[in-house]
């Protein structure tokens, strides 16, 4: 039985062994612009204030520990998928009517001796495994189900549902919220109150904003929607034109205070001091053990996308550089985040605001008198402040996506269709709108955002640790079991691929536990000035 009758084709032109003819996909690049725009969402606007709740040492220090860690389970979840093409290319090519949760089935010297131990997209003669795995795209619910079984397959599913609803729940009132407030529809308002009232969360359902806010949030899902149900790798230039917006707002972010330091005292918190640099006055040490559970859980939320890394890399053309892909993507990530919290925290101090992006709402880049703000200044502050409005676009739809393919990978093959048929691409669309649709319309009634990612950072740890962690594990046991030890080593391998340093990884969850209850019962805050 040949793979690709087995399988079917995802592309319309495959990868002969030895690359003559490219996959279709995109590079290395663009496979970067995909995980910057997967992790720089809102948690990057908490940083600032999560640096000034526990200090800034202490914050590096975590921002440090955590950045290993995710890098780590990226590579747990990359090579725990080349595990799961590895068992179904055996189960499918050599073994068609075997069970991938069967009893161990004794393989052949020939199958201990498969090309899946060759260098990756390297080999001779027809298809093997090594090819194929740059057609064969497995979901991260997928490994769950060949690794652990249907029941860890639906818990999981569960989880990441709850997780993205939540997430997609607040992008879309945070989106709606930013503009409303920056933007009101005017003639939605009665006349007597568009001088006075301000269409923020604070305004209940009934206040003249809430038609502003419904024709936001109308116009974000006539956005959204229609890019859920696109192909991710359509979407590629639109990725990586935001991914340049959004880094020049992230320089921004970061600029504008450094240069502030020396230059700007009407805007620090040292007005009355003769010269720079106006660092604002010290409100606690740089080590604030108290605040370890508030820069833990940021941090966290921060750095998570591990569940859409199959949808990310699956397209990636050249393999070879996936991990050299993650160690610049994260590496990158963690720096802008050491940078603009640590700046953002010196300058500003105490009136750090909880959403970075509000201290710019009226910076005044050293003019005395705000009404007298030069007009480059105005629109760096419109930039800045709409930064949400402006990475949830682009940000919401990707988690869209993830989610309708995790939905459609459960689904039985009689439902989903042939790939390629037209049945299939139905079926995928309505799941995309099953992602889509319901948290829109639950921001709809609800806007308490506090609450809503409250509920999406407790599932962080199991999502982004303990879930690629555990796939790592057993998925070395069960490869172990059906095809021996000389199967193990997928062409991802590197110095992180030991099933101990997963075990460790398991180790820290349990401290980040405790550190998102602790956040939850003491809400730790920031230090008082004086």
């Not at 000034?52 to 202490?58: D, N, T």
């Not at 890019?227 to 935001?242: G, S, Y």
Request: net charge positive; with cysteine; aromatic share 12%.
């Amino acid at each position: 039985v040949s793979a690709q009758s087995t399988w079917g084709t995802l592309h319309s032109r495959n990868l002969p062994m030895g690359g003559a003819t490219p996959v279709e996909g995109y590079n290395a690049v663009i496979a970067f612009a995909y995980v910057v725009n997967y992790v720089l969402g809102a948690g990057m606007l908490a940083i600032p204030y999560a640096y000034l709740v526990s200090g800034i040492g202490f914050a590096l220090v975590v921002l440090v520990v955590i950045t290993g860690i995710s890098l780590f389970s990226a590579m747990f979840v990359i090579e725990s998928q080349a595990r799961a093409q590895k068992l179904l290319f055996w189960r499918d090519g050599k073994h068609e009517n075997a069970e991938v949760n069967s009893p161990r089935a004794t393989p052949s010297a020939a199958d201990e001796m498969d090309p899946e131990n060759r260098p990756l997209l390297l080999g001779s003669g027809g298809e093997t495994y090594t090819s194929l795995m740059s057609r064969r795209k497995v979901e991260t619910v997928e490994m769950v189900r060949i690794f652990f079984g249907d029941r860890a397959q639906i818990v999981y599913l569960l989880i990441l549902c709850v997780y993205f609803y939540t997430s997609l729940w607040a992008y879309a009132a945070v989106f709606t919220l930013s503009v409303s407030t920056e933007f009101p529809i005017k003639a939605m308002i009665p006349e007597a109150q568009r001088g006075s009232i301000n269409c923020g969360a604070n305004q209940p359902l009934s206040s003249p904003c809430e038609s502003t806010y419904l024709v936001y949030l109308a116009f974000f899902t006539c956005v959204t929607v229609p890019l859920a149900i696109m192909d991710v790798t359509t979407q590629w230039l639109l990725q990586f034109v935001l991914t340049i917006l959004r880094y020049v707002t992230i320089a921004l972010m970061v600029l504008i205070p450094l240069v502030g330091m020396f230059a700007d005292r009407h805007d620090s918190q040292t007005p009355n001091s003769p010269h720079g640099p106006f660092v604002a006055p010290q409100t606690g040490n740089w080590f604030r053990i108290e605040g370890a559970s508030v820069i833990i859980a940021t941090t966290l939320y921060s750095s998570i996308f591990h569940h859409s890394i199959p949808g990310i890399f699956h397209p990636l053309r050249e393999k070879r550089r996936t991990l050299f892909v993650l160690i610049v993507a994260i590496g990158s990530i963690a720096l802008i985040y050491g940078v603009i919290g640590s700046v953002a925290v010196l300058y500003f101090g105490n009136s750090t605001d909880p959403s970075a992006n509000l201290n710019y709402k009226r910076f005044r880049y050293g003019v005395q008198e705000p009404g007298r703000i030069p007009w480059w200044g105005e629109a760096f502050n419109y930039l800045i402040v709409l930064f949400p409005a402006l990475n949830f676009i682009s940000h919401s739809p990707l988690l869209a996506i993830t989610l309708g393919n995790s939905m459609l990978s459960v689904l039985p093959d009689s439902v989903r269709g042939d790939a390629g048929s037209r049945k299939r691409w139905v079926v995928t669309a309505l799941c995309k709108l099953a992602a889509s649709l319901p948290p829109i319309v639950a921001a709809c009634f609800e806007r308490n955002l506090s609450q809503i990612i409250s509920y999406a950072a407790c599932l962080t740890i199991t999502v982004a640790i303990v879930v690629p962690a555990s796939l790592m594990i057993q998925s070395e046991r069960v490869i172990k079991a059906k095809l021996g030890s000389a199967a193990v080593r997928t062409p991802y391998h590197w110095l992180g691929s030991r099933a101990s340093l997963a075990w460790a990884t398991l180790s820290f969850s349990a401290v980040f536990y405790a550190a998102f209850i602790a956040n939850l019962v003491f809400k730790p805050s920031a230090p008082k000035a004086g």
